[in-house]
């Protein structure tokens, strides 16, 4: 065991006098006998069901048993212990021995935990350069994935180090620096965009970014690397008795060229290079300046509606399409893009990019080094998120000078600041967030980080970004630490528009949109959802969450809204009416079966299999994720669902009966008494999230019991059931927000922490702005324990 390990493993030691009663006037050795009559029955060393041993359990003693302590109050609080069907003890004892093990926990004096340092993951990355230099950039081109651990991706001890990602940071460093100051000296390359087959091109809807009057196809920020001349090739297939289209190709919005498509005449390919038979259509050489551009290729619209089809639904993508048949029509579609060159360069042109750079560009000589230490220094303070030592200005100068004085360098100064701008991104003081323990605290001593190594914390909290100039100032100052500008500093960031990093990062983590991606829906029994829909669906949770964070709402709106936010196609899948047009807006439900964002598309998909829906997907997903108390994995060599018959004597089975014959198993069934009703009261949302009413013919049967007995039918029922427990809500809630700021898991000596900030929040309503303020200014966020210091650390 490591050091620091070591020192958090102790057990905790809090100095305490005989407790003879706890909470609610509650006896301590009635509760002591509570414990072991009602629980110990399962939890002792024969059973030791959920790997917990419970004889001779104390609650005076409950600080030296740490975890299994907060193991009881998760589950007390939840409501989930004793289990459905056993004795449970009368009145309000349960609350009280939760409460009592509370006071008792929460006196032990706060420990601030540590952590190693982090690194910029992909997200962070991209915002990060987005910020420096106006570049929107894809870290997955020189990245590895991330790591994820307890639900998010910047979890320190998960960002293990590798030489293939430090190899991906110095090729990003160079990829980056040339996309931003351009590139005079750029060779031909080629880059391919390709669309996805789960996303539709409908014969009459436009996507968004490509010109009015156009429909299908694809939107992409490209780099051009210098003025000069490119030609771009596109690649369309289908056309089955559809007339000639037209494929408008748009840079910035403007159109560049219109290509002609005829299947199988390639009026527009008569390139050797080409393979034969391809429907490739490629532009004349187009002059186009350099920097980031929009880029877009669309098919021009030809009619207003809907076409006929005798067998293909309206709605579809090259999923469901097959390879066509008899009675279809087919409209075109956008396969590929390839863009090449550059062929002949004429120069660089300003940009976004280079505007955010070049501050000041002197042609005197003379003047060009100072102008570009000016550059760095700027970049710089911004990209390590502190003021520069004179070590740091030495080493990027050095970089300019080896650029500016290369052999062949057609303009020094630019390429001198190019490479100081490689050598910035590549630094340890970009990719890494040290903090530095000050000189004198003794291991294991807590101590408060400085304000700048708090801005950044803050920043990327709030932000997932750096520090913005405001910030930086305030911490280079000191006065960021005040607790007045402190708090003054955290509702400003609240309110400017990075913050919503809060929902398409710590919310999305936090709910696995992600894992909406891996749910393919069936193409053949559900043919209108496609991957527009599916987007449209992780938006929509995106846009409810901000609406949370900006407007200040109550956390627990989040289950039980009446609301939410829709376009044309989400609204029209939902069967809410009058709503047109692919923008957001937000719209009031009309009844009480979508509330909440347990009637979000998003949740409902992830937790469907590609042809069924998953009860015990869907109750899980509740438990876990919303609750906080995950059922206990399956035993070995159960069988899956997917082995029980599907049928009896000709009649398709439903899913529940389905799920009945599997529980029958003794095995199974302790653990399906939790999940099945929650997730069966979801049911009525077949895979694509759509209300219905029937499954294979039979009506639906969603009845059961929550495990506290309180009866379940709908997703109403559900919610209602939740909110009447807001406590494990609220602390689960505050776990994750928690984990996502300090970038470490959460122990169980942060539990009396998390504790205190949702009693100081309930005064408030449980408002978002209550919960962001007490983990800011906890004792975990803004302090650290110095880690003990290795015996070869000493000698360097």
């Known amino acids: 065991m490591s050091g620091v390990h070591a020192v958090l493993a102790k057990p905790l030691r809090v100095p305490r006098a005989p407790m003879k009663f706890g909470a609610r006037g509650m006896a301590v050795a009635a509760l002591d006998s509570t414990v072991q009559r009602y629980c110990g029955s399962c939890h002792n060393p024969t059973m030791r069901r959920g790997n917990l041993n419970l004889r001779g359990y104390s609650v005076t003693k409950a600080p030296d048993a740490a975890d299994v302590t907060e193991k009881i109050i998760r589950k007390l609080r939840a409501e989930m212990m004793p289990p459905p069907g056993s004795k449970r003890p009368g009145g309000d004892t349960l609350l009280a021995l939760a409460e009592t093990l509370e006071q008792t926990m929460d006196a032990a004096p706060v420990n601030p935990g540590t952590r190693s340092f982090q690194r910029l993951n992909r997200p962070e990355y991209e915002r990060v350069v987005r910020d420096l230099f106006a570049l929107a950039v894809n870290a997955g081109d020189w990245l590895p994935l991330d790591t994820k651990s307890a639900n998010f991706d910047n979890i320190s001890d998960a960002q293990a180090l590798s030489p293939m990602l430090l190899e991906g940071y110095l090729n990003a460093a160079s990829a980056v620096s040339r996309m931003a100051v351009g590139d005079r000296k750029a060779g031909l390359a080629q880059v391919l965009y390709k669309t996805s087959p789960f996303a539709s091109q409908h014969p009459w809807d436009r996507v968004e970014g490509t010109p009015y009057g156009t429909r299908g196809g694809m939107v992409v920020k490209h780099t051009f690397p210098a003025d000069g001349e490119y030609q771009i090739r596109v690649n369309v297939g289908g056309g089955v008795g559809r007339p000639v289209e037209d494929v408008d190709v748009s840079i910035d919005g403007e159109r560049v060229a219109l290509l002609r498509y005829d299947r199988g005449v390639h009026r527009n390919n008569e390139s050797a290079d080409l393979p034969l038979g391809a429907d490739y259509l490629l532009t004349e050489p187009l002059r186009i300046k350099g920097g980031q551009r929009t880029l877009s290729v669309a098919f021009v619209k030809r009619a207003e509606g809907p076409y006929e089809d005798l067998i293909k639904p309206h709605e579809w993508s090259r999923a469901s399409q097959g390879n066509g048949s008899a009675g279809t029509t087919e409209p075109a579609y956008l396969m590929d893009v390839l863009v090449s060159g550059p062929y002949k360069i004429t120069g660089l042109s300003d940009s976004p990019s280079r505007r955010a750079i070049f501050t000041c560009a002197p042609t005197a000589k003379a003047a060009q080094r100072a102008c570009a230490q000016t550059i760095l220094e700027r970049l710089a303070t911004r990209a390590y998120r502190r003021p520069l030592t004179d070590t740091d200005r030495a080493a990027l100068m050095k970089f300019y000078d080896q650029g500016a004085s290369a052999p062949g360098a057609e303009n020094g100064f630019e390429d001198g600041v190019r490479l100081g701008i490689q050598a910035l991104l590549a630094s340890p003081f970009f990719i890494f967030r040290f903090e530095r323990t000050p000189t004198g605290v003794a291991e294991g001593t807590d101590f408060r980080i400085d304000d700048l190594e708090l801005a950044t914390r803050l920043s990327f909290f709030l932000w997932s970004t750096i520090p913005d100039e405001r910030l930086l100032t305030l911490a280079r100052t000191r006065r960021l630490s005040q607790p007045v500008v402190f708090t003054a500093e955290v509702k400003r960031m609240l309110a400017d528009p990075r913050a919503e990093a809060l929902s398409t990062r710590f919310a999305a983590q936090w709910l696995r949109l992600q894992d909406l991606d891996k749910v393919k829906p069936d193409a053949f029994l559900f043919p209108d959802f496609d991957l527009q829909l599916a987007n449209a669906m992780q938006k929509e949770t995106e846009l409810f969450f901000e609406d949370v964070v900006r407007k200040d709402r109550s956390v627990l709106s989040i289950f039980s809204a009446d609301s939410t936010f829709v376009n044309e196609q989400l609204a029209r899948h939902y069967g809410i009416p009058n709503v047109t047009g692919p923008y957001f807006r937000k719209v009031a439900y009309a009844d009480d079966q979508r509330r909440g964002v347990l009637g979000h598309g998003?949740?409902?998909?992830?937790?469907?299999?590609?042809?069924?829906?998953?009860?015990?997907?869907?109750?899980?997903?509740?438990?876990?994720?919303?609750?906080?108390?995950?059922?206990?994995?399956?035993?070995?060599?159960?069988?899956?669902?997917?082995?029980?018959?599907?049928?009896?004597?000709?009649?398709?089975?439903?899913?529940?009966?389905?799920?009945?014959?599997?529980?029958?198993?003794?095995?199974?069934?302790?653990?399906?008494?939790?999940?099945?009703p929650i997730g069966l009261a979801l049911d009525n949302f077949d895979v694509t999230g759509k209300l219905r009413y029937r499954e294979n013919g039979a009506k639906l049967d969603t009845r059961g019991n929550l495990y506290d007995g309180t009866p379940l039918n709908t997703s109403a029922d559900l919610t209602r059931a939740l909110l009447k427990r807001p406590v494990p809500l609220m602390r689960n809630f505050t776990e994750n927000l928690m984990a996502y700021a300090l970038g470490r898991r959460m122990e169980d000596y942060d539990m009396p922490t998390i504790r205190r900030i949702v009693r100081d929040a309930e005064k408030q309503n449980y408002r978002m702005s209550a919960f962001v303020m007490g983990v800011v200014n906890s004792k975990a966020f803004q302090s650290k324990r110095a880690e003990p210091v290795s015996a070869d650390a000493s000698h360097n």
């Open 602 to 676: 998003s949740v409902l998909v992830q937790t469907s299999l590609g042809n069924r829906t998953s009860p015990v997907l869907r109750g899980k997903w509740v438990m876990e994720v919303l609750l906080g108390a995950p059922p206990p994995p399956p035993p070995p060599n159960v069988p899956d669902l997917e082995q029980t018959a599907g049928a009896v004597e000709g009649r398709q089975l439903t899913t529940r009966e389905r799920m009945e014959m599997h529980r029958a198993n003794p095995t199974c069934k302790s653990c399906h008494n939790f999940i099945d």
